[in-house]
């Protein structure tokens, strides 16, 4: 065992990661490694690339340059190790469906074309809607919810994915306190277990309790590495320091005069 | 050629009345529609279309008679209730707008059909015409039609003007609007008005179904060419007479053709060449321009080698062959010659038989390229932390686009620097 | 999405007519190729005009529609001889005249009508396939990024989708017609979503609210004598108002009582 995780490969390897928007860069560069089995921390001010840099990661955008790979694969061969816990505001949360059908769909990705979910599928849902504290809701009607709930129930569907690296876009974002430490006592036991969990988060206050490592973005990658080391008072004035003007006028020349980025 | 001329000498009372009828329907109608475009509300006009049906049929119904002034308002009260049923309906359930607006524009139109199908079937003799709002009738328009359609075109043309920065304030920022204490809601309700207004004058030329096009289609038209919402209303305008010109055109040269359809076809033709054609925002533009920008990135590219290839010597203007320029940089040998070529005609470069050497403007021009390349390579490892491993790639592309003016603020951030993260010389 | 489907009724329609002109019958295979092509193609174009030309969505669906609603309006008038199909049938369809066109077996005795063999099987075709890729077209309608993120095709189930919309114009056009089939497509899921927050019950509900917005309508229009089509259109449209007003869970009365007693 001692040997296996002397080599183990990096949870998340990001290589010279270039995202355009309109052709203008969003991310410009980003170079990191993310070893496995811990919580991770995207900090950064508003328009800094943060949800930009997991969706990309995800595959969810095209990128212009670099390539990115996890437990050393690319993405589309780990897909079912990997796990998503979108914006709670990117689903229509009126769309008929109860807690349960969302979580289930946690289970989709590992059932495959013409297989319905079996009674083993509904434990595992069942389970880890327990684990979220949300076993009663079950058949709850998700319009029902509030935004904890909700977002307990995304985090339920990521769970019941059983996957080994999480990415998580602001689950914070509006839920009560409580629901804030249940959640990330459940994300603590996760990396104890040795997954690994990227979220991205936006409160500077509960930084340096909850995670372990931290990722300074802000277009270019300011920082990343433990979070005693890298959340220093010198990185986060720089990270929050305001944009590097000439950086984005160029990146508004490109987008303006369309010149070929990197194609 | 002779159906041509006979057509535009306009000495037929009849291509006069179709002609000018298209024309003032397309033209206003383009008006209107271009603020629904802009507020981004492109199938309200739709549903407004469908839904004056059944009023049309409630009107004759009503009133036992094709007088179009019933008629009008009949369409009016629909259109206008179901504007207002898409509203109700959004804000007091679950249902998104755009269901709404199927709903509401599917269910109205069928009741309209109900109604027609009813009126055509209960032997009324002066039933016959009605199903013209169907289709549109713009080849049998007559002198009394034209009235009406010239009273509404100048009517809506005349509050497009006067109301003109009102609307593109309240399109523009409505909350804003509301600040700066403008009736919003009155503004709201006159311009509705005349959307309802076009539609009903305008369905009797095109029809139900493609009244939409008319609305709508010349305001895309329009936006590629300007961004300038003035320039924006004239460009409708224009596209939209010259496709009810058109369209009457076609359907006089072939009478078996439907003016409305083609009056359509006309505009999205129209739509589709702009959007191949036009400037800055056309997809031809677009692909020319890439492909100057590949030129140029490659004849610098050819300039920086041979600057490089002196910088050893510290002599730049030494002659050399096509394959020495290769062996540093893989150049495609043939597009190479024609970069060469190139460079030779604008004066970077001198040939003399197989050899090439650069020029005092050519060893400048590489010079620049140079030094942008090293300042923004320093710039990266400086200021945006990146490894000095990964900053060629990005500057290999910047190097050929930077304006002066960010080139002077990158040598003024850096300081005028001596040498690049890879210990070469920044030539100034 | 419900306009875009809006949007496919109406652009099947030169589909239907080149099909019509290639085969020269009203061969239903080749009238649902046609559809079908030009179903897929008004989705392809609607997001070529909105990703590629910059044109926003709202517009990009009514430049499209139109355009190919004109260009088969007139193929309709261009070989008005060849075709037979006319505007009105377009619009409202003939659901009165479907006993007329019996399919006759070999030994002459009369089978069933067509178009209920032709919407029968349409029926089926699609019960099958909602069956089978339930869990899919669930998943990537409800979140199509999470869809994406954990390996499913997003765009392939949106074009299935659609597929399955072009499918059902066409097979319905001739009874109800291509503008009457949306009422048909929107208003009962619609109404069925303001009655149930459960996403089988609500396929099965909107179902049985077609059924009985069909049988209704038919009796309405032979009160009044009027489109088969329309009527039933018309009833859907009653059918709304009425779980507007009175849904249990979600109706209009509901809504003020609750409001009322707090």
Not at chain 1, 95 to 111: A, N, Q, W
Not at chain 2, 392 to 416: G, K, S, V, W
Not at chain 3, 220 to 247: E, H, K, Q, R, Y
Request: hydrophobic share 50%; charged share 15%.
């Amino acid at each position: 065992m001692e040997a296996v995780n002397a080599v183990k490969a990096p949870a998340l390897e990001v290589h010279d990661l270039t995202v355009a928007f309109d052709r203008k860069p969003v991310l410009w560069n980003i170079d990191l490694e993310i070893p496995q089995g811990k919580l991770v921390g995207i900090i950064g001010p508003n328009g800094a690339g943060k949800s930009t840099l997991i969706k990309s990661i995800m595959g969810l955008l095209p990128l212009s340059s670099g390539y990115c790979k996890l437990f050393d694969e690319s993405i589309d061969k780990v897909r079912h190790r990997i796990s998503y816990v979108p914006q709670r505001e990117s689903v229509d949360w009126d769309f008929p469906v109860s807690v349960l059908d969302v979580v289930m769909m946690g289970r989709y990705g590992k059932l495959g074309l013409l297989k319905r979910p079996r009674q083993a599928d509904i434990d595992v849902a069942m389970d880890c809607l327990k684990k979220v504290g949300m076993e009663s809701f079950a058949n709850r009607q998700i319009a029902q919810l509030s935004g904890g709930q909700q977002q307990r129930t995304f985090l339920a569907r990521a769970l019941a994915q059983q996957a080994d690296i999480y990415f998580m876009d602001e689950p914070f974002a509006g839920v009560d306190a409580a629901t804030e430490k249940a959640i990330i006592s459940l994300l603590r036991t996760m990396t104890a277990n040795n997954k690994t969990v990227i979220v991205v988060h936006h409160d500077l206050q509960s930084v340096s309790t909850y995670f372990d490592w931290v990722i300074l973005l802000n277009t270019r990658l300011v920082a990343y590495g433990p979070t005693e080391r890298i959340f220093t008072q010198e990185k986060l004035q720089e990270t929050y320091g305001g944009k590097l003007t000439l950086l984005s006028d160029v990146g508004d020349l490109i987008r303006r005069e369309n010149f070929p980025n990197r194609e | 050629m002779s159906s041509f001329t006979e057509f535009f000498s306009f000495a037929d009372p009849n291509v006069r009345y179709v002609t000018i009828g298209a024309v003032l329907i397309t033209a206003s109608s383009a008006l209107v529609g271009t603020f629904t475009f802009l507020n981004k509300k492109s199938l309200l006009g739709d549903a407004i279309a469908h839904a004056v049906l059944p009023g049309i049929c409630l009107g004759f119904l009503l009133s036992g008679t094709k007088n179009p002034l019933y008629l009008i308002l009949g369409a009016f009260v629909t259109g206008w209730l179901s504007l207002y049923a898409i509203q109700y309906i959004t804000t007091k359930s679950r249902i998104k707008e755009d269901t709404a607006i199927g709903l509401i524009l599917s269910v109205f139109f069928g009741f309209g059909i109900l109604l027609l199908t009813y009126i055509q079937k209960s032997g009324n003799a002066n039933q016959s015409g009605l199903d013209h709002f169907l289709f549109g009738k713009a080849a049998s328009m007559v002198a009394a039609d034209i009235i009406t359609f010239s009273v509404v075109a100048v009517c809506l043309m005349t509050l497009t003007l006067l109301f003109f920065k009102e609307f593109t304030l309240m399109v523009f920022d409505r909350n804003y609007a509301v600040a700066l204490g403008l009736p919003v809601k009155k503004l709201e309700l006159l311009l509705t008005s005349m959307i309802v207004l076009a539609v009903v004058v305008g369905i009797q030329a095109v029809g139900v179904v493609l009244m939409a096009a008319v609305l709508i289609t010349p305001a895309a038209v329009a936006r590629f060419w300007t961004n300038s919402i003035r320039i924006m209303f004239v460009v409708a305008a224009i596209t939209g007479a010259f496709s009810g010109l058109a369209g009457a055109y076609i359907s006089y040269t072939a009478p078996s053709m439907p003016t409305g359809p083609w009056i359509v076809i006309v505009i999205s033709t129209l739509a589709l060449a702009s959007f191949l054609l036009a400037p800055t925002k056309g997809v031809l533009n677009r692909f020319l321009k890439q492909r100057r920008f590949r030129r140029t990135i490659q004849d610098e590219n050819v300039l920086k080698v041979l600057y490089q290839l002196g910088e050893g010597s510290k002599n730049f203007y030494i002659h050399r062959y096509a394959e020495e320029i290769i062996r540093k940089r893989n150049f495609n040998k043939q597009s190479l010659m024609r970069s060469i070529q190139r460079l030779c005609r604008q004066g970077y470069l001198e040939k003399s038989g197989e050899l090439c050497s650069l020029t005092e403007e050519g060893k400048n021009r590489a010079k620049r390229v140079v030094k942008i390349h090293r300042l923004w390579e320093l710039y990266l490892t400086t200021h945006v932390n990146i490894a000095p491993d990964h900053v060629h790639e990005d500057a290999d592309t910047i190097e050929h686009f930077l304006t002066p003016e960010l080139e002077a603020d990158l040598e003024r951030i850096l300081n005028y620097p001596v040498v690049d993260p890879h210990k070469a010389e920044i030539p100034y | 999405m419900a306009l875009v489907s809006d949007a496919i009724s109406h652009a099947v329609l030169p589909g239907i007519v080149l099909a019509f002109l290639f085969s020269g019958s009203r061969d239903s295979l080749t009238m649902v190729v046609g559809a079908g092509i030009l179903g897929l193609l008004t989705t392809f174009l609607i997001e070529f005009f909105h990703k590629k030309a910059k044109l926003q969505s709202d517009a990009a669906i009514g430049v499209v529609f139109t355009w190919l609603f004109a260009i088969g309006v007139v193929l309709i008038s261009l070989f008005a001889g060849k075709v037979d199909l006319d505007q009105d049938c377009v619009l409202y369809g003939e659901i009165a005249y479907t006993p007329l066109d019996m399919i006759i077996l070999e030994n002459g005795n009369l089978l069933a009508p067509k178009a209920v063999v032709v919407m029968t099987s349409v029926l089926l075709i699609i019960g099958i396939i909602i069956t089978l890729f339930y869990k899919e077209l669930l998943l990537t309608s409800f979140d199509p990024g999470y869809a994406t993120a954990i390996g499913f095709s997003t765009a392939f189930w949106h074009y299935l989708l659609m597929g399955m919309v072009s499918a059902t114009t066409v097979a319905s056009f001739e009874s109800v017609g291509a503008i009457l089939v949306v009422a048909l497509l929107i208003v009962p899921p619609a109404t069925a979503y303001l009655l149930t927050d459960n996403f089988k019950r609500m396929l099965w509900l909107s179902s049985l609210i077609g059924v009985i917005a069909s049988a209704s309508g038919y009796y309405l229009a032979v009160w009044m004598d009027g489109s088969i089509a329309a009527a039933i259109a018309t009833m859907s449209g009653v059918l709304f108002a009425g779980a507007f007003v009175f849904s249990p869970t979600h109706g209009l009365l509901k809504r003020k009582l609750v409001r009322a007693m707090n």
